[in-house]
């Protein structure tokens, strides 16, 4: 019997598919240089490239980031395509950010506020896209930094994304680019990586280290927000809130109490609580409340210099001071808006570790709340 090796048409098209399947999401063009090498004095012309999207992934799914990625099955399987209306993703950008159009492998594109040679970006990739540590190492060797070891890597911070917590990196050192062939010192990268086996989801920002460092927290609070386009806008039931804002994906509403305008339960259980509290005029002074709140963890009062040094965010749309408060029965994080008319209060309070678990999301919340027209 006589069998025939296939012909160079049938071994670029198998290439192709691979190639395709190997890139898995975004658009993978396969050229000429995927084609085997052809014999000399003969050549050959591909007359057609296979295009796969992802402009049919449903991310409405809950159940696994795979099925919200679109990505089910095997680490190489391709995005389902169908009929169906695609779902976009939904996210807030940061005060301050200029939003850029996708770009190739980049989901959302971003010039993050302060310099223009910094950059913010989401990519999605289908498997795991070589694995935590790869990725992890493969980032730090643009930063000119060595690779870390595994427990090295365990024991990174987590921080939202997607409704989850994700590795949280942040390194300072001499930027070589992807290529390696740039060279920029005092450069910095934060980044976050949400690793499973069938779909991976990376948020990086790059910079110069200040840059990098003023915008931590928009940074974070962008991640927690980036979603899929199912996640609802609430709008407060009650008429003594007169707010608008977003629910972030693991928060409950609270019975409502007296003294506050919402409520809410943070995270798994009851353990963390979060709440929004207004009160007339300047309600004391910013200092006389953050230090009552540090007197409620057993801690000494601050100075006004301390108070003026912390981290702002906008809240309504004035700008709002962020307090973190440690103490030996729990933590507390409170944002605090005031102005002589009226003054808004946020206040999550709870276990240490629950509580910094929450930090972003409660920025995110932060950053959605509106007053109602």
Known sequence: MRIDAPDEEDRVRELKWRCAAWGAVGACVIVSGC???????TSHRIEQSRVVENSRIDFGSRATHAERFGLRGSSNALPPVDDAPAQ??????PKGWTELAPATMRVANFKPAGDERAECYVTMLAGDAGGLTANINRWRGQLSLGPLSAAAIEALP???LFG??????????????MSGA??????????????????????KMTGPSATVAAEREAFLAFAASFGSGAQPTHTSESAASGFEFVTPATWRRAPDRASRALSFWAGDGEA???????????????????NRWRGQLGLAPIAQTDLDQLDSITLCGRPAKIVDIDGASGSMIGVTCMNSTRSVFIKMTGPGELVRAQR???LTFAASLQEAQ
């Open 88 to 93: 976009q993703f939904k996210w807030t950008t």
């Open 164 to 177: 989850s917590q994700a590795t949280l990196v942040e390194w300072q050192g001499k930027w070589q680019g």
């Open 360 to 362: 972003s999301a409660l």
């Open 158 to 160: 987590r921080a939202t």
């Open 272 to 290: 963390v609580e979060c709440y929004v509290t207004v009160l007339s005029g300047e309600a004391g002074g910013e200092l006389a409340n953050v």
């Open 35 to 41: 084609a085997p090498t052809p014999a000399a004095g």
């Open 182 to 203: 740039e060279a920029r010192d005092d450069w910095a990268l934060t980044g976050l990586l949400l690793i499973e086996p069938a779909g991976s989801l990376f948020v």
